[in-house]
């Protein structure tokens, strides 16, 4: 289970695999280069730790990765949170939230919660993706539009509202190039795709601004040149009070890293036939952002889009992940210098088209024709995420959408009570065993059809204290109660108490597997009576007759 994809695609690997490899470790190493800055620009962090990250983060995702072609790195899913924990208690901060949602995440993959993470409603993904969509969008309109503002606001609407003041101030040629490199992506000929159109139109662009001194800014004008190297490993300062401000965004960082590692190894998987291991995944992810801040990095995780690259440019084993690693080591190494020159309004052009794609605004349309629970949720998450906090928009979408699962299956139980002249054929038309035959007189039979959980349990005890008359006995069948928890015996403890009290007797049908062994373990079994309880309709009835008669 824990034996990385690297280990077992290396057996039997051929030269053939190799240069397929190589191909496609070239092209992504290129594709990932101005993402990985343009990521970390947009988390308000200087360009080069997103290419430590890519690097790094890169290279020990492919080598310890669940899926064969997985490629990981800085993604646009952190934006939101990296920049919220940058702006609150600055790198450090974000150093040691990444350290902790590396531990979650190896803890999550050794306790094989792998496939747990697809029990994360689709209207919360949804919710959160377009709201990260949104504001890295809105993030991109100060450098695409080249306005001259000096910090922008944080926060959605004013920041909307100093992009309104400052438009006036709206620079051509920043324009032009965002324009330039957008377009070029968008209409890049489909016969050429093995070499991506935003590596062409980041190369154009930064040719033609630095041959003609074109005036807008770069990478190098607002940030300084790019270091040529890797730094030395550093172990950030570690507090028991900063651990406690950013536990709840280093879990969140752990969830967003899960999720989209996981989707894009699913992703993955349909290009090339192929099958992910789930919590071997989880563990590379882990240990990525366990060593990614040591050299100063940000958050990483499985990147959808340049695994797609990696996959469609022959890449086959996670050789090609590492090869794309190296890659931006030698551009680092090489070229960081020229690196440094590409305008910050061709960063803003790519990540105003990763918006869009993030947004998957057809799922989002799709999801508002969904019931009404479902929209709720998507629009919560969405609008916390966009207006308030990403971290605050998970756990309100994540509980929202527990309560409302809560409230449809306490809906769907059903607890009836049938009367003594009540007969199949006749008045219902269900087929459980409480129905087929007629119910003696000083007899109350009451089902339950459902879960016998904390969200429906006192349906049952109301209905049985509703009865009009005292009875001798009170027959409860579970036939068709699959489930119950603790709230659930509870309740049967206490109608089991009052018919006792009464002087009633109480009788369970039909009771199935887990009820058993929840009353079993509770000490509830032998409480109730192992005389109680019968298999079916007829060997109750047997038992009333013999007590009517005395």
Not at 166 to 191: E, H
Not at 477 to 504: F, N, P, W, Y
């Amino acid at each position: 289970m824990f034996i990385p994809k690297s280990v077992l695609c290396l057996r039997g690997y051929s030269f053939n695999q190799f240069r397929g490899d190589i191909s496609a470790g070239l092209v992504v190493g290129l594709v990932a280069l101005p993402l990985a800055m343009a990521f970390a620009i947009a988390s308000g962090l200087p360009p080069e730790r997103g290419l430590y990250t890519a690097i790094v983060a890169g290279f020990i995702i492919s080598l310890l990765s669940g899926s064969k072609v997985q490629i990981g790195g800085p993604t646009g899913a952190f934006v939101v949170i990296v920049s919220g924990i940058v702006a609150k208690f600055g790198y450090n901060g974000l150093a040691l939230a990444t350290l902790m949602a590396g531990v979650f995440l190896l803890i999550m993959g050794f306790t094989q919660m792998g496939n747990m993470v697809k029990f994360i409603p689709y209207p919360v993904t949804t919710g959160f993706t377009s709201g990260i969509a949104v504001i890295i969008f809105s993030s991109q309109i100060k450098d695409f539009f080249g306005l001259n503002i000096g910090n922008v606001p944080a926060e959605f609407v004013p920041k909307w509202m100093s992009y309104f003041k400052a438009f006036p101030t709206l620079n051509f040629w920043s324009l032009g190039v965002a324009l330039f490199t957008t377009l070029s992506i968008i209409y890049w000929p489909k016969r050429w795709q093995r070499i991506p159109g935003s590596v062409i139109a980041i190369f154009l662009a930064s040719l033609f601004v630095y041959t003609f001194n074109i005036p807008v800014d770069t990478i190098q004008s607002r940030f300084g040149s790019v270091p040529s190297g890797l730094p030395h490993p550093a172990i950030p300062h570690l507090s028991l009070e900063e651990i406690k401000l950013v536990s709840s965004s280093a879990l969140t960082i752990a969830i967003l890293a899960a999720i989209e590692s996981l989707l894009s190894a699913v992703v993955a998987d349909s290009m090339i036939n192929g099958r992910h291991k789930s919590n071997m995944e989880l563990v590379a992810q882990g240990a990525a952002n366990l060593v990614s801040p040591l050299f100063g990095g940000i958050p990483a995780t499985g990147a959808i889009a340049r695994t797609a690259t990696n996959v469609k440019n022959g890449g086959r084993t996670p050789v090609a992940g590492m090869i794309h690693a190296i890659v931006l080591f030698l551009i680092l190494l090489v070229a960081g210098s020229w690196a440094a020159k590409i305008p910050l309004a061709c960063l803003a052009g790519v990540l105003v088209v990763v918006s869009y794609h993030m947004s998957e605004w057809r799922s989002f349309r799709f999801m508002l024709s969904a019931p009404k629970s479902d929209i709720a949720v998507l629009l919560f998450t969405f609008f916390l995420t966009v207006f308030i906090d990403l971290t605050v928009a998970v756990e309100v979408g994540m509980v929202l959408s527990a309560f409302l699962f809560m409230k449809n299956m306490a809906d769907l139980t059903q607890v009836r009570s049938i009367s003594k002249e009540l007969q199949i054929n006749e008045n219902i038309s269900d087929e459980s065993s409480s129905s087929k035959t007629k119910i003696p007189e000083g007899v109350e039979l009451f089902s339950v059809h459902g879960s016998l959980f904390f969200g429906a349990a006192n349906k049952l005890i109301e209905m049985i204290r509703l009865m009009s008359k005292k009875p001798k006995i009170v027959l409860l069948d579970l036939s068709d109660a699959l489930h119950m928890d603790a709230s659930g015996l509870h309740v049967i403890d206490q109608i089991h108490r009052e018919c006792k009290t009464s002087g009633i007797r109480l009788i369970f049908i039909g009771t199935h597997a887990q009820p058993l062994i929840i009353m079993q373990q509770m000490n509830k079994f032998e409480e109730f009576g192992k005389e109680n309880f019968k298999e079916n309709i007829e060997e109750a009835l047997f038992v009333t007759q013999s007590v009517n008669r005395v």
